[in-house]
C-alpha cells in the first residue's frame, strides 16, 4: 500500500486577541482555495475554520487548530487548555450562548457557533472535560 | 478565447528592480526578473497599485491618441464622469465642452448620461431581483477582475448592469447612427479614462462581447490642451448641448453610486487592499445583511485613478462646488432616441481566472501543497523580496512550479558559500 499523501498546517489561537482573530481561518481558506477545491466546499471549511478561531479567542485560555487536508477529505481540528464545556448538549443549542459582554459587542457570541460548525461538517465530534479543555474535530469529504 | 492582454507595462529603460510594485501587487502578479520587474498578465487586474507604488515612473499605460481622430469619419469623445472634477470648482461646465470639442471631436457624450438610466435600475435591482446579497456594484473592470482572480465564489453577487460608460457608448453610437445616418465602422467613439483598467476593459472587456469605445486616452493626456483652451475663452460664452450632468458627478466618488441610487444598506469601501479585506468578509457570510458594496479600486474611487491629474480628495472639493455653481444638465437630441435605449446589462457570463491553483488533479495539488510548506520551514521568512518574489511562500510555490530556484534566496546562496568554505578549511 503506497502511503497516502497527507498536507498538514498547525496554528495557534491567542485568548483574547480579536485584532488577528480570522488570519488562522483565512489562511486556511487560501490553502483549500489553491488546491483547487470547489467554492462551496471552501466556503464550509472557511466557515468552520472561522468558527473554530473565534471559540478559541472567546471562550478558551488559548489553544491549537489543526488543518490536514487528504485525497478524500479536509479535516479541521482544534484543541484547547480550558476551561472547557461544562454541557455539551446545551453548547450545541442554537441561540445558547456563555459569551462576555466583550465579545457580544464586537458581534460575537450569538450561540450559533458550534451549531454552525456541525451544519457545515459531514463528521462532526466533540469532546470536553470541564475544567480541562476542549478537543472538536470537522470534517468535509472531498468529491 | 480572447488573449489576456493588459494596459500596464512596465518600461525597462526606467526599472531599477526595487520591488515596490511587486510588494504593493493585491494578486502577487509581479516577479523580479534580472533586476526587472516582470507582470504576469493571467494575475494582473489592472489595479494600478504598480504604478501608484513606483518612484520611478517606470509602469507606462499603453494606451490611444488624439492622432486616432481622424481614422474616423465621426468622432463622439466620452469623458469620465471624473474628468470635470480635475478643474477648479468655479470653471464653467458648458466650457468645458467646448474645449473637448476644439480637441477635434465633433460630439461631446457624457457618462453622466447613463448614470440617469443605471442609478434607478440599481435601486430597483437590489430591491427586486433575487441577486445573493449583498449585491457588488459591477462599476470598477479592477475590482471585477479581483473577484474572478481571487473571489471565484462571489462572481454571483455581481450587479448584472454594465458600467455608464459601456452604457453610454453604445448610446452615442445609436444615437449617431439612428440620427446622422452614419454607420458603425464611421464612428470613432474616444473615451477619456481616469485608470487603465478601463484603457484594458476596451481591448479586453468584460462582461460583454465587444466594447463600443474604439479609443482610451489618458485624461492626463489631453490635460493641458484643455486648460490652454479654457484660459483663452471669454467669460460669457455658452456652449449648446452642456451634457456633462454636474449633478451626477459624485458618481466618481466613493459612496456616489449608493448616494445617487438611493440605497441606504451599503457598504463603500475603495483602494484594493480594503476591498480584499471585505470581500474576505464577504466570504465568511459575515456582511450577508448588507445590501450592496460599491467597491472601487483606487482610493476616494474613480477620483483616485492614476491617470487624472488632481488629489483625489481635492477633485471630491471640486465636484460640490461644480454641483453648486452649475445649472442642471441637458442634451438636446436625449428624449426621443434614448428613452428607448435599454441596453444597460452585461452580456456576456463572467467566468473566474483559475490561476492561482496548484494543480488540476488533488492529489497532486496536496503534494506540491506539502514541498511548499517543507520549502517555505527553510526559508527566513523576511519577505525581504531579494529573490525576486513577493514573500518567501511566493518564493516556494514559484520553485515548486518550476519557475525559480531555492539559490535565488539571498540568504540560502550565503548559508551554501559557508558550508562550502567549511568543507575546504576541512
Redesign the interface.
Known amino acids: 500500500m503506497t502511503e497516502e499523501?497527507?498536507?498538514s498546517?498547525d496554528y495557534q489561537i491567542e485568548k483574547d486577541d480579536f485584532k488577528i482573530a480570522?488570519s488562522a481561518?483565512?489562511h486556511i481558506?487560501k490553502?483549500l482555495?489553491?488546491?483547487?477545491?470547489p467554492?462551496?466546499l471552501?466556503?464550509r471549511a472557511?466557515?468552520i475554520a472561522?468558527e473554530l478561531e473565534i471559540n478559541l479567542v472567546i471562550h478558551t485560555v488559548g489553544g491549537a487548530m489543526h488543518l490536514e487536508?487528504?485525497?478524500n477529505c479536509v479535516v479541521i481540528s482544534t484543541e484547547d487548555m480550558g476551561p472547557g464545556i461544562e454541557d455539551v448538549d446545551q453548547a450545541m443549542t442554537e441561540g445558547y450562548s456563555t459569551a462576555n459582554d466583550t465579545a457580544r459587542e464586537m458581534g460575537f457570541g450569538a450561540g450559533m457557533g458550534l451549531p454552525n460548525i456541525r451544519r457545515c461538517s459531514d463528521e462532526f465530534s466533540i469532546r470536553s472535560t470541564f475544567g480541562t479543555g476542549t478537543w472538536i474535530r470537522s470534517e468535509i469529504h472531498?468529491? | 478565447m480572447r488573449k489576456d492582454v493588459h494596459a500596464v507595462k512596465v518600461r525597462a529603460d526606467r526599472c531599477t528592480g526595487c520591488t515596490r510594485c511587486m510588494q504593493s501587487c493585491p494578486t502577487e502578479a509581479i516577479r523580479v526578473k534580472a533586476g526587472l520587474a516582470v507582470i504576469n498578465a493571467a494575475r494582473c487586474i489592472d489595479c494600478s497599485q504598480c504604478i501608484e507604488s513606483c518612484p520611478y515612473d517606470a509602469h507606462s499605460v499603453i494606451s490611444g491618441s488624439l492622432d486616432e481622430i481622424k481614422k474616423y469619419k465621426y468622432t463622439i469623445v466620452i469623458p469620465a464622469i471624473t474628468f470635470a472634477s480635475q478643474f477648479p470648482g468655479d470653471v464653467k461646465i458648458d466650457k468645458l465642452c467646448f474645449a473637448l470639442r476644439k480637441l477635434g471631436f465633433d460630439l461631446v457624450f457624457s457618462e453622466g448620461l447613463a448614470v440617469d438610466y443605471l442609478k434607478d435600475r440599481i435601486r430597483e435591482i437590489i430591491v427586486n431581483e433575487q441577486i445573493k446579497k449583498p449585491i457588488i456594484s459591477s462599476h470598477c473592470p479592477a475590482v471585477i477582475r479581483l473577484i474572478q482572480t481571487k473571489y471565484s465564489s462571489l462572481i454571483g453577487h455581481i450587479m448584472p448592469t454594465g458600467s455608464p460608460v459601456d452604457i453610454a457608448a453604445n448610446m452615442a453610437r445609436n444615437l449617431c447612427k439612428e440620427n446622422l445616418g452614419l454607420t458603425d465602422s464611421e464612428i470613432g467613439v474616444f473615451y477619456l479614462s481616469p485608470c487603465p483598467a478601463r484603457v484594458t476593459n476596451v481591448t479586453n472587456p468584460i462582461g460583454m462581447q465587444e466594447s463600443a469605445i474604439n479609443v482610451t486616452i489618458p485624461i492626463k493626456d489631453v490635460y493641458a490642451e484643455v486648460l490652454r483652451t479654457l484660459s483663452g475663452m471669454e467669460d460669457s460664452f455658452v456652449e449648446l448641448g452642456n451634457c456633462m450632468k454636474p449633478e451626477n458627478l459624485p458618481w466618481a466618488e466613493s459612496g456616489g453610486q449608493a448616494l445617487m441610487s438611493g440605497v441606504d444598506n451599503y457598504i463603500a469601501v475603495s483602494g484594493i487592499h480594503e476591498v480584499a479585506k471585505v470581500f474576505d468578509r464577504i466570504e465568511m457570510g459575515e456582511l450577508d445583511d448588507v445590501d450592496f458594496i460599491e467597491a472601487s479600486s483606487c482610493i476616494g474611487g474613480c477620483v483616485g485613478g492614476p491617470l487624472n491629474i488632481e488629489n483625489p480628495f481635492v477633485a471630491q472639493r471640486n465636484i460640490r462646488k461644480l454641483a453648486e455653481n452649475s445649472t442642471q444638465g441637458y442634451f438636446q437630441m436625449i428624449d426621443s432616441v434614448l428613452a428607448q435605449f435599454k441596453h444597460i446589462y452585461l452580456t456576456e457570463e463572467i467566468s473566474p481566472r483559475q490561476t492561482n491553483i496548484l494543480d488540476e488533479d488533488f492529489t497532486k495539488a496536496i503534494e506540491k501543497m506539502k514541498q511548499i510548506e517543507e520549502i517555505t520551514s527553510r526559508l527566513r521568512g523576511l519577505d525581504c523580496g531579494s529573490c525576486g518574489a513577493p514573500s518567501c511562500r511566493a518564493l516556494a510555490e514559484d520553485i515548486v512550479q518550476g519557475k525559480a530556484r531555492m539559490e535565488d534566496c539571498v540568504f540560502y546562496k550565503e548559508q551554501q558559500h559557508l558550508w562550502r568554505l567549511e568543507d575546504e578549511s576541512e
Not at chain 1, 482555495?33 to 477545491?37: C, E, H, T, V
Open positions: 499523501i497527507v498536507a498546517f480570522g481561518s483565512s481558506k490553502i482555495k489553491q488546491l483547487g477545491l467554492n462551496p471552501v466556503r472557511s466557515i472561522y487536508v487528504h485525497p472531498v468529491g
